[in-house]
C-alpha cells in the first residue's frame, strides 16, 4: 500500500519543529499575561518571568530540531537571505526575533535591580513576536507546487494546534511555578480556550479528511498517501480530550491541581499534535509526478 510514512520520517525534525515551537510560544504568552498585568507584585512578577524559561526550552527544543534539517550549519546565511520572499524564510526569522527577545528578556531577570518598565515593555515585545511567529509558521508551507498543502486547513490547523496545546503547557507551567491562581479561574479559562481550539481543530482536520481524495497529481491521491488519516484523527481527539480532561477534572473539583497532571496533560496533549502534525508531513505531494 502506498503510504507517506517514509516522507514524515524523514521530516521529523520539522514534525518536531511544528509540535514543540508553536504550543511553546503560547504556553509563554499565556504565562506571560500574569506577570504583564499591573496587578502583580514584584515578587510575584519576578518568579513568573523566571518560570517563563519553561515554555521557553519547549520552543527552543523545536527550533533547535529544525536547524537540524538545514544539514550544514552554514545553510543559514540563505535561509535569512529570503525573508519576505519566502515563507519559509519568514518563518525561521520570526522564529529568531522571538527567541531573541524572549530570552534576552528572561535573561534580564536575573539582573540584580531589573526596571519594571523595561522588564513589561520588554515581555510585550516578545509576547507580539511570538503572535507573529505562530502566524508565520501556520503559512511557511504556502507553496502552490505542493498540492496538498496549497489549502486553507494548513494554516488553520497549525495555529489550532498551538491554541490547544499552548493553553495546557501553561496551566503546567504556572503550576510548577506555584502560580496559585492557576487552580482557579485562570487554569479553567485557559482549560476552556483548549478544549474550544481541540474541538475546532478535530472538525478542520475531518473536512480536510473529506477532500483528501480529491487532491492529487498525475501519480496518486493525497487520500492514498495517508490511509489511516481517520484513526489519526480520533487518535488526536482522544489524547486531547485526555489531556484536558486531567486538568479539568481537578480544576473543576475541590482537588488540589498537582505538578504530575498537569505535566501529564500536557505530554498527553502535545503527543496528539504530534500525531496530526506526522499525519501533516505524510500527505507531502508535489504537482506532476512527484510525492
Given at each position: 500500500?502506498?503510504?507517506?510514512?517514509?516522507?514524515?520520517?524523514?521530516?521529523?525534525?520539522?514534525?518536531?519543529?511544528?509540535?514543540?515551537?508553536?504550543?511553546?510560544?503560547?504556553?509563554?504568552?499565556?504565562?506571560?499575561?500574569?506577570?504583564?498585568?499591573?496587578?502583580?507584585?514584584?515578587?510575584?512578577?519576578?518568579?513568573l518571568?523566571v518560570?517563563?524559561?519553561?515554555?521557553?526550552?519547549?520552543?527552543?527544543?523545536?527550533?533547535?530540531?529544525?536547524?537540524?534539517?538545514?544539514?550544514?550549519?552554514?545553510?543559514?546565511?540563505?535561509?535569512?537571505?529570503?525573508v519576505?520572499?519566502?515563507p519559509?524564510?519568514?518563518?525561521?526569522?520570526?522564529?529568531?526575533?522571538?527567541?531573541?527577545?524572549?530570552?534576552?528578556?528572561?535573561?534580564?531577570?536575573?539582573?540584580?535591580?531589573?526596571?519594571?518598565?523595561?522588564?513589561?515593555?520588554?515581555?510585550?515585545l516578545?509576547?507580539?513576536?511570538?503572535?507573529?511567529?505562530?502566524?508565520?509558521?501556520?503559512?511557511a508551507?504556502?507553496?502552490?507546487?505542493?498540492?496538498?498543502?496549497?489549502?486553507?486547513?494548513?494554516?488553520?490547523?497549525?495555529?489550532?494546534?498551538a491554541?490547544?496545546?499552548?493553553?495546557?503547557?501553561?496551566?503546567?507551567?504556572?503550576?510548577?511555578?506555584?502560580?496559585?491562581?492557576?487552580?482557579?479561574?485562570?487554569?479553567?479559562?485557559?482549560?476552556?480556550?483548549?478544549?474550544?481550539?481541540?474541538?475546532?481543530?478535530?472538525?478542520?482536520?475531518?473536512?480536510?479528511?473529506?477532500?483528501?481524495?480529491?487532491?492529487?497529481?498525475?501519480?496518486?491521491?493525497?487520500?492514498?498517501?495517508?490511509?489511516?488519516?481517520?484513526?489519526?484523527?480520533?487518535?488526536?481527539?482522544?489524547?486531547?480530550?485526555?489531556g484536558?480532561?486531567?486538568?479539568?477534572?481537578?480544576?473543576?473539583?475541590?482537588?488540589?491541581?498537582?505538578?504530575?497532571?498537569?505535566?501529564?496533560?500536557?505530554?498527553?496533549?502535545?503527543?496528539?499534535?504530534?500525531?496530526?502534525?506526522?499525519?501533516?508531513?505524510?500527505?507531502?505531494?508535489?504537482?506532476?509526478?512527484?510525492?
Amino acid at each position: 500500500m502506498i503510504s507517506g510514512f517514509d516522507t514524515a520520517l524523514g521530516e521529523i525534525t520539522l514534525v518536531l519543529f511544528t509540535t514543540l515551537a508553536p504550543s511553546g510560544v503560547v504556553a509563554f504568552i499565556c504565562m506571560g499575561l500574569p506577570a504583564l498585568a499591573g496587578g502583580a507584585s514584584d515578587a510575584l512578577r519576578q518568579r513568573l518571568s523566571v518560570f517563563l524559561g519553561l515554555p521557553l526550552v519547549v520552543a527552543m527544543v523545536g527550533l533547535v530540531a529544525s536547524a537540524t534539517h538545514l544539514g550544514n550549519p552554514a545553510n543559514a546565511l540563505y535561509v535569512f537571505i529570503g525573508v519576505g520572499r519566502s515563507p519559509l524564510s519568514t518563518e525561521v526569522f520570526f522564529a529568531v526575533v522571538f527567541l531573541a527577545l524572549a530570552g534576552l528578556y528572561w535573561l534580564y531577570n536575573f539582573v540584580e535591580h531589573p526596571k519594571r518598565q523595561l522588564q513589561r515593555v520588554w515581555l510585550a515585545l516578545a509576547m507580539l513576536a511570538g503572535v507573529v511567529f505562530v502566524v508565520a509558521v501556520g503559512f511557511a508551507y504556502a507553496a502552490d507546487t505542493i498540492v496538498s498543502w496549497y489549502t486553507a486547513y494548513v494554516p488553520l490547523n497549525l495555529v489550532l494546534n498551538a491554541l490547544a496545546g499552548g493553553p495546557v503547557l501553561a496551566i503546567a507551567g504556572l503550576r510548577i511555578a506555584g502560580y496559585e491562581p492557576v487552580e482557579g479561574r485562570m487554569g479553567r479559562v485557559l482549560a476552556v480556550v483548549a478544549a474550544l481550539a481541540l474541538a475546532v481543530n478535530v472538525v478542520t482536520f475531518g473536512l480536510q479528511s473529506a477532500d483528501l481524495g480529491t487532491i492529487e497529481n498525475s501519480y496518486l491521491t493525497a487520500a492514498q498517501l495517508v490511509p489511516s488519516y481517520g484513526l489519526m484523527i480520533g487518535a488526536f481527539g482522544v489524547l486531547g480530550m485526555a489531556g484536558i480532561g486531567l486538568d479539568v477534572a481537578v480544576l473543576w473539583g475541590r482537588a488540589r491541581l498537582s505538578v504530575a497532571r498537569s505535566v501529564g496533560a500536557a505530554v498527553l496533549m502535545l503527543g496528539g499534535i504530534f500525531i496530526m502534525r506526522f499525519a501533516f508531513y505524510m500527505m507531502h505531494m508535489t504537482v506532476g509526478l512527484g510525492v
